[in-house]
């Protein structure tokens, strides 16, 4: 069975830094595509990152050069690295793993999310 | 870059048919999938490649995609539908998955 399970979220300041973790089961991250989606209070869903199966990383523009995606192939576990953090970051983070068949991409499994919020 | 643009709200009697759209110039030409998010739950896969049901989704859910608008489609709604739907497309361009804005479909 197919997991995906989030942890890591918290209550930070802005400009803090914080890292969070999807730890995968029933299938390998390093052969999927593994995104990172988020959902602000209240708001839609916006992607933010993704790490292919060869490595190469691709961000929204509005994480860009702030966060880093990676991932451990050892503990099969993707990891989303948020550095200077701001009040506009709040949101639930979902990990997704992302399907592509020819000509387009979906996201087929969630997690249940975790939540950052970024407050003085 | 896509703008997916849904009606904020969709509201429909138990047994009726709901329809959701998600507009784009030519979005016809893209592949369109369908998300069904109920409050404090991760999205859940209902569509995809426009008119494709995942496993474990009814057939009352259907889907089309032509010109401008993609339509998601409920038939014979339950109480158990009412939650948001968002479309998505996958930008080739760029690269970058790109969400609709969500309906929130209500069951009066």
């Known amino acids: 069975e197919v997991q995906l399970v989030e942890s890591g979220g918290g209550l930070i300041q802005p400009g803090g830094s914080l890292r969070l973790s999807c730890a995968a089961s029933g299938f390998i991250v390093s052969s999927n595509y593994m995104n990172w989606v988020r959902q602000a209070p209240g708001k839609g869903l916006e992607w933010v990152s993704v790490?292919?199966?060869?490595?190469?990383?691709y961000y929204a523009d509005s994480v860009k050069g702030r966060f880093t995606i990676a991932r451990d192939n050892t503990k099969n576990t993707v990891y989303l690295q948020m550095n200077s953090l701001r009040a506009e970051d709040t949101a639930v983070y979902y990990c997704a793993r992302r399907f592509c068949s020819g000509t387009s991409c979906y996201f087929d499994y969630w997690g249940q999310g975790t939540l950052v919020t970024v407050s003085s | 870059s896509y703008v997916l643009t849904q009606p904020p709200s969709v509201s429909v009697a138990p047994g009726k048919t709901a329809r959701i759209t998600c507009g784009e110039n030519n979005i016809g030409s893209k592949s369109v999938h369908w998300y069904q998010q109920k409050p404090g739950q991760a999205p859940v896969l209902v569509m995809y490649y426009n008119s494709d049901r995942p496993s474990g989704i009814p057939e009352r859910f259907s889907g089309s995609n032509s010109g401008n608008t993609a339509t998601l489609t409920i038939s014979r709604v339950e109480a158990g539908d009412e939650a948001d739907y968002y479309c998505?497309?996958?930008?080739?361009?760029?690269?970058?998955?790109?969400f609709g804005s969500g309906t929130k479909v209500t069951v009066l």
């Open positions: 790490i292919y199966s060869g490595g190469s990383t």
């Open positions: 998505q497309v996958w930008d080739s361009s760029s690269d970058h998955q790109v």
